[in-house]
């Protein structure tokens, strides 16, 4: 079945450390996004790419970093520059909006989140 | 900026009983509109879309959201609703051919059985 993978789903780290949280998806969607939910504060979006070696950076960017080398993956590392990095994150992809206008379907798979915990 | 406002944080409903929730979004321009849902420990996943043409669209599990153009609404209803709704859900909107997906705060639907 295709979909999108997180891991870890639950992650622990000390204050000062890097965390890198993974997404693959076999979907052959090109667009992938990131968000952070918080509770009361919905869905915002941290970083998103519509191509391999392409990302933009979203409305809360600051102390995150992602990379995208191949279109399956799209890492996403919690850096120690985050000042308040406990929360659920969400990894999600789609079909680029060009494509999805004409599909009528710029629809977003989400995964199943990975909850980082800020000890 | 767009944004998305959803004012019901909590909604507390016996079986059987109708469901509104409401959802506002602020952008003048062409959108489209999602209504997505989070069951207890699962995916977030969508209910249903509008893009274009009839503005009340029907998703899964007996849902529809209507778009009224002039209140930059797009409410979520459900005649009768089952414990099986109990769940979070979440209003969205882009603007059209743009990427950035934006989401309202949520609405968590505890339904009693």
């Known amino acids: 079945d295709g979909g999108i993978t997180q891991s870890p789903k639950y992650l622990f780290r000390k204050e000062g450390q890097n965390v890198t949280l993974s997404c693959e998806q076999n979907l052959n969607h090109d667009a992938m996004y990131w968000y952070r939910q918080d509770p009361g504060q919905g869905l915002r979006l941290i970083y998103y790419s519509q191509i391999v070696n392409d990302f933009q950076k979203g409305d809360i960017a600051e102390g995150y970093s992602v990379s995208r080398e191949k279109k399956e993956s799209f890492p996403l590392t919690v850096t120690s520059a985050q000042k308040n990095p406990t929360a659920f994150y969400l990894c999600a992809s789609s079909l680029p909006s060009g494509q999805a206008q004409i599909s009528g379907a710029n629809v977003l798979t989400f995964g199943a989140g990975s909850r980082l915990t800020v000890l | 900026a767009q944004s998305v406002s959803q004012h019901n944080h909590h909604v507390i409903l016996s079986e059987a009983a109708s469901l509104e929730l409401g959802c506002n979004y602020s952008y003048g321009g062409t959108v489209n509109l999602f209504w997505y849902v989070q069951y207890p420990g699962q995916h977030l996943q969508l209910l249903l879309k509008?893009?274009?043409?009839?503005?009340l669209v029907k998703g899964i599990k007996g849902f529809e959201a209507e778009f009224i153009k002039s209140k930059f609404s797009f409410n979520l209803r459900k005649p009768s609703v089952q414990w099986s709704d109990t769940a979070e859900y979440f209003c969205?909107?882009?603007?059209?051919?743009?990427?950035?997906?934006?989401f309202g705060t949520g609405t968590r639907l505890t339904v009693i059985p």
């Open positions: 969205a909107v882009n603007a059209a051919g743009a990427n950035n997906l934006f």
């Open positions: 509008y893009f274009s043409g009839d503005p």
